[in-house]
């Protein structure tokens, strides 16, 4: 079965505009699904570089590759690129014979500046994560939307995440396997074999340790300490679990950083159903750290880079986005009545005076109430979406 991707139409337009497209996501997020089904139609050519023979001939002799793989074709689609050595001047020789190229990778490591600087004002970049609620719904076949079922539809969406095989599968425990197998394939092929990070087991640890303490504030000098390593291997470790989709670092928004208070990240998984699988544990009912995970990873998919805010005083509001030019604070609730707005965001409100803010809640009544000259909108997940990316 295949679910339609919100951004293919976006993938189309940029591909009509540029001779390489570059397809980023975390493994299983469905870039290959999704470009299969875009090359219909296409004389062209597919190479996925987990074949050996393939990469080796990329790696060692391009022409040889170029006449093998894709002599002949009109389009190009060259599958996980992060595989091979140095791919990006040997992107730009195929670029260069006329050809056009998609390729893909399940880490960001493609987009390093050794690989961009080979194909400046070439490349479109994209980046395609995991289901969103939309594609979710998509994928499970909802028509009528009510409340109640868009309340167990995120409720589900939040414990097995996003990833298509996940979302498809009906067996909870295979949902379960399937998670569980995705985590161990990530860490060893995206982490260990991209990154070259030998430490396996570590990196596991950390993992975890980020999974039970997600959405928290995490020192990096406390997470080093309590892994035995140091901040330098700390550092790399994070880096590349980021760069693999894995985690989210979250930095703060302050204008005045003596008293908007530390450097310090939030980390979140970009997956929740990754997260429960990586801690261990899936809970029973929602609680509220788990669902500000969730809409984080909703304001990702919809390409905004959230921010945190907090004070020396102990106000915080969860997440803060800028759209058209406008900060937005967002405040992430389980449920709340319209006619009450918290102390934190009645705080930033006050010092920043924004257009518009957002508190997002998992069940309870929907509404707005004016707080100065600032419009306080109480959506659900749903509500959320259509504002902030309309």
């Given at each position: ?5 919100d ?15 570059a397809l980023?996501g ?9 470009l ?21 001939l ?15 074709y ?15 001047s ?16 399940s ?12 194909l400046?004002?070439?490349v ?6 995991t289901?969103n ?13 009510d409340?109640?079922?868009l309340?167990?539809?995120?409720w ?7 990833f ?6 009906e067996?909870i425990?295979?949902?379960k396997?399937?998670?569980r197998?995705?985590?161990?394939t990530?860490i ?6 991209s990154?070259?990070i ?11 340790y980020?999974?039970v303490n ?18 330098q ?10 760069k ?30 990754l ?12 609680d509220?750290?788990?669902?500000e995970?969730?809409?984080l ?17 102990k ?26 707005v ?18 997002v ?12 000259s ?6 659900d ?7 902030m990316?309309?």
């Open positions: 079965m295949y679910v339609h991707r951004l293919e139409d976006k993938f189309k337009k940029v591909a009509d505009s540029y001779s390489v497209v980023v975390p493994r299983q997020s469905g870039k290959t699904t999704m299969k089904e875009l090359m219909k139609g296409h004389n062209s050519s597919y190479v996925l570089f987990d074949d050996p023979d393939a990469r080796r990329f790696d060692e002799d391009i022409k040889k590759f170029m006449v093998q793989y894709i002599e002949g009109d389009l190009a689609v060259l599958d996980e690129v992060q595989y091979c050595k140095d791919p990006g040997k992107l730009k020789y195929l670029a260069d014979t006329g050809h056009r190229l998609w390729i893909t990778s880490s960001e490591i493609i987009l390093s500046k050794d690989v961009l600087s080979f400046v004002g070439r479109g970049i994209l980046r395609l994560n289901f609620i939309h594609e979710f719904l998509r994928a499970k076949g909802y028509k009528v939307l409340e109640e079922i309340k167990r539809a995120v589900e969406h939040t414990l097995y995440g996003g298509p095989r996940v979302v498809l599968e067996s425990e295979m949902k396997e399937h998670l197998n995705l985590h161990e990530m060893l092929k995206d982490v260990s074999r990154f070259s030998e430490n396996i087991g570590m990196v596991e640890r950390l993992s975890k980020i999974a997600s959405g928290t504030l995490l020192s990096y000098s406390n997470m080093a300490n309590a892994l035995g390593i140091s901040y291997t700390l550092r790399k470790y994070l880096d590349a679990l980021r693999s989709g894995i985690i989210v670092e979250v930095p703060p928004f302050f204008t005045n950083r003596s008293r908007e208070i530390t450097k310090q990240p939030k980390i979140y998984f970009l997956d929740t159903g997260r429960n699988s990586v801690a261990g544990f899936y809970p029973r009912e929602m509220g750290l788990l669902f995970n969730y809409v990873s909703e304001l990702i998919k919809m390409g905004l880079e959230p921010r945190y805010w907090r004070t020396k005083s106000a915080e509001v969860d997440f803060i986005v800028e759209r058209d030019g406008k900060i937005v604070p967002i405040e992430v609730k389980l449920q709340a009545k319209p006619e009450k918290e102390k934190s965001m009645r705080a930033f409100i006050e010092k920043y005076e924004p257009e518009y803010a957002l508190v809640l998992y069940s309870g009544e929907k509404g707005e109430k004016r707080v100065n600032t419009n306080v909108l109480f959506e997940i749903e509500g959320l979406w259509k504002i990316s309309h």
